[in-house]
């Protein structure tokens, strides 16, 4: 095993099921149905998932070409790729719609589906205000809870994930063979509707191939930050290989999920599919698939705040954030509680808005059923598909960015062939997904059978908008804050400190400089790496 373990096939592996892992997560679970209901025809619904698979597996190589600037130094993430490709200012924008939208929008989906479904598994007739008191108090303790689990036992948190990425496949793969074996006329692909929805194979109506990218693209997101683990592999060339083949797995998983999942399930969903195997057991239908994504959803949970954590803490050490005195630096615990009390807030306003704004005829503090059934979906859920169209938005920002490296040189990269050709289709297909994600979101109702002003769709695009000029305030305080209180070396500096290299902002390299210990110890780390590359540093 020792001897097998130095061995490229064992490295392929391990990046393969690295990315796997990564990709593959609660998408599938909770976003089949909305991407059914959003495009009103399940076949559309197959194409959309092999189209944003496809353009998602071309990124790869383009993403290996980006993180090669941060393969001997700096962390892989994307205010720290935006930094050097693009610019300080725009790295610093990128990190505050994480740490103020994204993040806490992946927090409240994962922590109010959480809730969803475990008063599914309760069962029990609530009021509205019992629900609203369960949907606050549990999810805001949840959110605290992780996040001590995090900051005091980091590793433990690791092994979690671990142990349960494991688990999520086992009823991934027996709802995949599931639903092969039990087709028939009460499944999603000829049933032409259940319970209050209706579609139908035969409507192809061409505005119906805007919608559902926002729940797809939650799926896949994160599949460029796996770019970044060639950083640490022994074996350098089987990387893209390895990155590739997982990602067309994952692509082609998805797909086959879906066809599955529209062909057995009478609404695409994986808990209505096992509804349908109980063989009309009502208990066994609610229990199974409850108890599956209450663990699926605290899986989610700890991951993100694990991610966010060191995100934040990433971006700071990268002089992207004002951090008042001790500028440069934040422990791994306050960073993840700045997180953690942006999240909470976020939480607390997307729940509010679901249990209390009447729309689309249901509504009501006084409607139990509306509290139960729309309070999660209506905001967390279409936030958390937000937060993938915006990190999608940077991700096709970046990608550009690439391209236009490629002219200029001004990032020194390992160039990869092909990325020119693939980085322009998946740049311009991506631009395209963000695009009609926020659309679908705004324009919520695909029957247009009600107001605009009675839509989700209203209410979404205002905290959309006060959102986003709220980070932009923030944005130009921040600003004003680094002109007056400026960092003594300037914005270059070290992003890490277990590998000490200098970064040179590439955009503008004129205002960089280094001192005379910088200056020895770049000379250090050039001449330890002249053996192995002798192209120049950045």
């Given at each position: 095993?020792?001897?097998?373990?130095n061995?490229?096939?064992?490295?392929f592996m391990t990046?393969?099921?690295?990315?796997?892992?990564?990709?593959?997560?609660?998408?599938?679970?909770i976003k089949?149905?909305?991407v059914?209901k959003a495009?009103?025809?399940p076949?559309?619904?197959?194409?959309?998932?092999a189209?944003?698979?496809?353009?998602?597996v071309l990124?790869v190589?383009?993403f290996?070409?980006?993180s090669?600037?941060?393969?001997?130094?700096?962390?892989?993430?994307?205010?720290?790729?935006?930094k050097i490709?693009?610019n300080?200012?725009?790295?610093?924008?990128?990190?505050?719609?994480?740490?103020i939208?994204?993040?806490p929008?992946?927090?409240?989906?994962?922590?109010g589906?959480?809730?969803?479904y475990l008063?599914?598994l309760m069962?029990?007739?609530?009021?509205?205000?019992?629900?609203?008191a369960?949907?606050?108090?549990?999810?805001?303790?949840?959110?605290?809870?992780l996040?001590l689990f995090?900051?005091?036992l980091?590793a433990?948190?690791k092994?979690?994930?671990?142990?349960g990425?494991a688990?999520?496949f086992?009823?991934?793969?027996v709802?995949?063979i599931?639903g092969?074996?039990?087709?028939?006329?009460?499944s999603a692909?000829?049933?032409?509707?259940?319970?209050d929805?209706t579609w139908?194979?035969?409507d192809?109506?061409?505005?119906?191939?805007f919608?559902?990218?926002?729940?797809i693209?939650?799926s896949?997101?994160?599949?460029y930050?796996?770019?970044?683990?060639?950083?640490t592999?022994?074996?350098?060339?089987?990387v893209?290989?390895?990155?590739?083949?997982?990602?067309?797995f994952?692509a082609?998983f998805?797909v086959?999920?879906?066809?599955?999942?529209?062909l057995g399930?009478p609404d695409?969903?994986?808990?209505?599919?096992f509804?349908k195997?109980?063989g009309?057991?009502?208990?066994?239908?609610?229990v199974?698939?409850?108890?599956?994504?209450?663990?699926?959803?605290?899986?989610?949970?700890?991951?993100?705040t694990?991610?966010?954590m060191s995100n934040?803490?990433?971006?700071?050490?990268?002089k992207l954030?004002y951090?008042g005195?001790?500028?440069?630096k934040i422990?791994?615990?306050?960073?993840?509680?700045?997180?953690?009390?942006?999240?909470?807030?976020s939480?607390?306003i997307?729940?509010l808005?679901?249990?209390?704004?009447?729309r689309?005829?249901y509504?009501?503090?006084?409607s139990?059923?509306?509290?139960?059934?729309?309070?999660?979906t209506?905001?967390t859920?279409?936030?958390?598909s937000?937060?993938?169209i915006?990190?999608?938005?940077?991700v096709d920002i970046?990608i550009?960015a690439?391209?236009?490296?490629?002219?200029?040189?001004?990032?020194?990269?390992?160039?990869?062939?092909?990325?020119?050709?693939l980085?322009?289709?998946?740049g311009i297909a991506i631009?395209?997904?963000?695009i009609c994600?926020i659309?679908?979101?705004?324009?919520?109702?695909?029957?247009?059978?009600t107001?605009?002003?009675?839509?989700?769709?209203?209410?979404?695009?205002?905290?959309?908008i006060?959102?986003?000029?709220?980070?932009?305030?923030?944005f130009?305080i921040q600003?004003?804050?680094f002109?007056?209180y400026?960092?003594?070396?300037g914005?270059g500096g070290?992003?890490?400190?277990?590998?000490?290299?200098?970064?040179?902002?590439?955009?503008?390299?004129i205002?960089?400089?280094?001192?005379?210990k910088g200056q020895?110890?770049?000379k250090?780390?050039?001449?330890?790496?002249?053996?192995k590359?002798k192209r120049?540093r950045?």
């Amino acid at each position: 095993m020792k001897k097998f373990s130095n061995t490229k096939a064992f490295e392929f592996m391990t990046l393969f099921v690295m990315v796997i892992g990564t990709v593959i997560g609660a998408g599938i679970y909770i976003k089949n149905t909305e991407v059914l209901k959003a495009t009103q025809n399940p076949i559309i619904g197959i194409i959309l998932w092999a189209i944003v698979g496809i353009v998602c597996v071309l990124c790869v190589l383009v993403f290996m070409e980006i993180s090669s600037a941060t393969k001997h130094f700096g962390n892989g993430t994307i205010a720290n790729w935006a930094k050097i490709f693009v610019n300080r200012k725009t790295a610093s924008y990128f990190s505050l719609l994480y740490t103020i939208i994204i993040w806490p929008a992946m927090y409240s989906l994962f922590a109010g589906t959480f809730i969803f479904y475990l008063l599914k598994l309760m069962n029990v007739e609530m009021s509205s205000g019992t629900q609203l008191a369960i949907y606050l108090g549990l999810g805001i303790f949840s959110m605290i809870m992780l996040f001590l689990f995090n900051a005091f036992l980091p590793a433990g948190s690791k092994w979690v994930q671990v142990i349960g990425n494991a688990f999520k496949f086992i009823p991934l793969f027996v709802a995949l063979i599931a639903g092969f074996c039990m087709i028939n006329d009460n499944s999603a692909m000829f049933n032409n509707g259940y319970k209050d929805s209706t579609w139908s194979t035969s409507d192809w109506e061409p505005s119906s191939f805007f919608r559902g990218f926002g729940g797809i693209l939650l799926s896949f997101d994160g599949f460029y930050l796996i770019a970044n683990s060639q950083k640490t592999a022994k074996h350098k060339e089987v990387v893209p290989k390895a990155l590739m083949a997982g990602m067309t797995f994952a692509a082609l998983f998805y797909v086959l999920m879906a066809v599955s999942l529209f062909l057995g399930s009478p609404d695409g969903s994986i808990f209505e599919l096992f509804a349908k195997m109980s063989g009309g057991n009502a208990t066994v239908a609610r229990v199974i698939p409850a108890i599956i994504m209450m663990l699926i959803c605290l899986l989610n949970l700890n991951s993100f705040t694990m991610f966010s954590m060191s995100n934040l803490e990433s971006d700071v050490e990268a002089k992207l954030v004002y951090t008042g005195v001790r500028r440069g630096k934040i422990s791994n615990f306050k960073s993840g509680l700045v997180q953690l009390t942006a999240s909470i807030i976020s939480y607390s306003i997307y729940i509010l808005m679901g249990f209390f704004i009447t729309r689309n005829g249901y509504g009501g503090w006084d409607s139990a059923k509306h509290a139960i059934d729309q309070a999660v979906t209506d905001y967390t859920g279409i936030m958390g598909s937000v937060a993938a169209i915006l990190s999608f938005a940077m991700v096709d920002i970046l990608i550009f960015a690439c391209l236009i490296n490629r002219r200029t040189n001004k990032v020194k990269v390992e160039k990869y062939k092909g990325v020119t050709i693939l980085g322009t289709i998946s740049g311009i297909a991506i631009a395209i997904f963000v695009i009609c994600g926020i659309y679908t979101f705004i324009d919520s109702d695909p029957t247009h059978s009600t107001k605009f002003s009675d839509t989700t769709g209203m209410y979404f695009l205002i905290l959309f908008i006060v959102m986003m000029v709220f980070v932009t305030i923030v944005f130009f305080i921040q600003e004003a804050l680094f002109k007056k209180y400026p960092f003594k070396d300037g914005f270059g500096g070290y992003l890490t400190e277990e590998d000490p290299m200098p970064l040179l902002i590439a955009i503008n390299p004129i205002k960089n400089y280094f001192t005379k210990k910088g200056q020895e110890e770049v000379k250090q780390y050039e001449q330890q790496d002249k053996p192995k590359n002798k192209r120049k540093r950045n």
